[in-house]
């Protein structure tokens, strides 16, 4: 009588069946499904606001503005000529008497609903990719810390023991979900941002007959599209740095404490104590990538007014003394260095210490 024994594999599970398990707790979260409805919700909800604050102006829209405010101006300038404590040179220095010119000029702002130009849809992109920003950073923050808080963290590597395996997965799994929330409520922000455009459009014979220095600009989808996609890679940034910074401190609320922290505390104090080390601090970079380049103030002594494109007797490339221009590319190579570095930080620290 013989009997066979069968020997059991003791090889750990591939990367595939890391990444699939990785992937089903993600979307078991429940953190995950209700701050992406908020998200959504918000973003939905400004698309409402700027849908009934906004409306489609014509020409004869814009000449009865324009004779509203030639009038009340008009009153004024006849009340401030009649004033008797005024002397006659008083009277032509503050007394102002507008022009038909002036008055078409004006005729957008004295308008009960403006239309919706390029401005308000970038604002509204804006407010969908940085409320998408902060999603991602949370959910990031809440799948790095919470099997450290739930103490559940020497289960997931009795299963899988290679750290850097695991550490990597997560983190792959982490930055796909932040580009899929983040495109979500990007692509309903163009969505809907395009319908109020096209409704709530300037009429183009009345643009065409303002005479603004810096009129409003006529919301174009190609280049919303443009801001749009620059989100995307800060949502990913966000993510990554996030779950860095809770791997590293085994903890989300220490996670989201402290990223929110440094930006908001930390990085201000920066700013009014350090003006050279301010061009390496997040919100600086932020701004540069997001507005395709700024200048920036390093030295305060140097430069005469904050900062801006034009320098005294220059063209508008010439950067103002005391400042230098921080490139759309430079602030987004800032950005992932310093993910770069936290997430080398927080690897090298799960990989040599102890789980417990």
Do not use: K
């Not at 009997?3 to 594999?9: C, H, N, P, Q, V």
């Not at 400004?46 to 000449?63: H, K, N, P």
């Not at 459009?201 to 303002?210: F, I, N, T, V």
């Not at 908001?264 to 380049?293: D, H, K, P, Y």
């Amino acid at each position: 009588m013989s009997s066979t024994i069968e020997a059991r594999s003791t090889r750990a599970p591939g990367a595939g069946a890391l990444l699939r398990s990785e992937i089903l707790r993600a979307r078991s979260r429940r953190s995950l499904r209700w701050m992406s409805l908020l998200a959504v919700l918000a973003v939905l909800g400004v698309c409402a606001l700027m849908w009934f604050s906004t409306g489609r102006v014509t020409q004869t829209e814009l000449d009865a503005a324009a004779s509203s405010f030639l009038a009340e101006q008009q009153m004024y300038y006849e009340q401030c000529i009649a004033d008797p404590t005024l002397t006659a040179e008083q009277v032509d220095e503050f007394c102002y008497q507008p022009t038909a010119q002036e008055a078409a000029q004006n005729a957008l702002w004295n308008l009960d609903r403006r239309p919706f130009d390029q401005d308000g849809f970038d604002g509204l992109l804006h407010f969908a990719g940085g409320i998408g920003a902060l999603v991602c950073l949370l959910l990031a923050a809440t799948t790095g810390g919470g099997d450290w808080g739930a103490r559940t963290m020497g289960l997931v590597l009795s299963w899988e023991p290679r750290r850097t395996r695991v550490f990597l997965v997560r983190l792959l799994v982490v930055v796909v979900l932040a580009l899929l929330v983040e495109g979500l409520l990007l692509v309903i922000a163009l969505g809907l941002g395009s319908l109020i455009a096209d409704a709530h459009a300037l009429d183009p014979a009345a643009l065409s007959q303002l005479q603004l220095a810096e009129g409003p600009t006529p919301a174009d989808l190609g280049d919303a599209t443009e801001l749009a996609l620059r989100w995307l890679p800060l949502a990913a940034l966000a993510a990554a740095g996030s779950f860095a910074v809770a791997m590293l401190t085994r903890s989300t609320g220490w996670a989201i404490g402290a990223s929110i922290g440094f930006v908001a505390v930390v990085e201000s104090v920066v700013q009014g104590v350090w003006a050279w080390g301010s061009q390496w601090l997040v919100q600086t970079n932020i701004a540069a990538w997001l507005s395709g380049g700024i200048t920036w103030v390093v030295d305060r002594n140097a430069a005469q007014q904050g900062y801006g494109l034009v320098g005294p007797g220059g063209g508008e490339n010439t950067v103002p003394p005391g400042s230098i221009l921080i490139s759309d590319t430079r602030g987004l190579a800032t950005l992932a260095a310093l993910v770069v570095v936290a997430g080398l930080l927080s690897w090298t620290t799960f990989v040599r210490r102890d789980v417990e």
